[in-house]
């Protein structure tokens, strides 16, 4: 939605507002089958087709099962302003932009078997050394299932500017302006983040690092300090040198801030808020965690 209004014949304003609502939804093949039931494995989760990491050889189903983003929406609100006066074009302004996100990570739905290279024997049977046999025989050396909770975010995008097109001679206009900018941290509504406390003495270890959750125990929400300093200046010329009219000379300078995030995507961080439960050969792939024959013993997702 856009208003353009001309409020008098020196000064014009413009209001903006626009909404995008997304959805991203990643899935493998096998999501929705009952490809468990399929392959005749035991005590694992249906709803997708398991992943089975072999040595040696290309994985065989995917290595993540799902994710959904829904909705990844934007809400923007920007509001100019121009005003002209003699030899003066003034232009100021603000923008606030909300941006929400709600994510929900699946890697490994109906389970994650690894089977690898390490000397391996099947009750009387030769050791085999390959991760290919392991599968053939259902010697596994490792088990993962894991799921995050929703994690419902968001963050505020907010700026203001000033300019003005100053024109000091017919040959001769002069640009000067600022802009203020700051991205807010990201904040989870159920505060299912964490950070690292370089500060704080680990308990186990007596070293400094611990790992701290949004929220609690006077751990603030949000990773960083939102940064209220960005003041960037804008400086440019537009000259006809010698009043020759057939010849402009431009020139500017400007300071920019980037987002913390422009290059790149910040991962779900779900230590501590996902269902998750593992399973592994105790001492290097001589004894393995169950066989495949027997199904997975029941495990219970921790979340």
């Known amino acids: 939605f856009a208003d353009i209004h001309t409020v008098t014949p020196h000064l014009v304003a ?10 991203s939804h990643n899935r493998s093949a096998g999501i929705g089958s009952n490809g468990p039931e399929l392959l005749g494995l035991k005590g694992v989760p249906s709803g997708a087709f398991p992943t089975f990491g072999v040595s040696g050889i290309a994985t065989l189903g995917s290595a993540n099962h799902e994710r959904v983003q829904m909705p990844i929406r934007q809400q923007q609100y ?12 003034v232009k100021f302004g603000g923008e606030v932009r909300r941006s929400t996100n709600i994510d929900v990570l699946r890697p490994s739905v109906a389970g994650n078997f690894g089977f690898g290279l390490q000397p391996t024997a099947l009750e009387g049977t030769a050791n085999t050394g390959s991760g290919l046999a392991s599968l053939l025989v259902g010697f596994p050396n490792s088990f993962s299932v894991r799921a995050t909770d929703p994690l419902d975010r968001y963050s505020f995008y907010l700026a203001g500017y000033l300019q003005d097109d100053w024109k000091i001679h017919r040959d001769l206009t002069l640009n000067l302006g600022l802009r203020w900018e700051t991205d807010t941290p990201i904040i ?18 007596k070293t400094p690092g611990v790992v701290r959750f949004a929220g609690l125990d006077g751990w603030p929400r949000n990773q960083y300090q939102a940064d209220w300093n960005n003041f960037g ?37 779900s230590l501590g808020f996902e269902k998750s439960a593992s399973l592994n050969t105790p001492d290097n792939g001589v004894t393995a965690p169950f066989y495949l024959r027997n199904g997975v013993p029941a495990v219970n997702p921790s979340g």
Request: a positive charge; glycine letters at 8%; hydrophobic letters at 40%.
């Open 233 to 269: 200046p804008r400086v440019g010329f537009a000259w006809k040198p010698f009043g020759n009219r057939k010849t402009v000379v431009r020139g500017g300078f400007g300071l920019y801030f980037a987002h913390p995030f422009d290059h790149a995507v910040p991962n779900l961080n």
């Open 78 to 89: 920007v509001n100019s302003w121009t005003w002209v006066r003699a030899n003066h074009v």
């Open 14 to 23: 413009d209001f903006r507002v626009s909404v995008s609502d997304l959805t």
């Open 188 to 205: 989870d509504r159920d505060n299912r983040m964490n950070g690292f406390d370089m500060r704080a003495i680990n308990p186990v270890s």
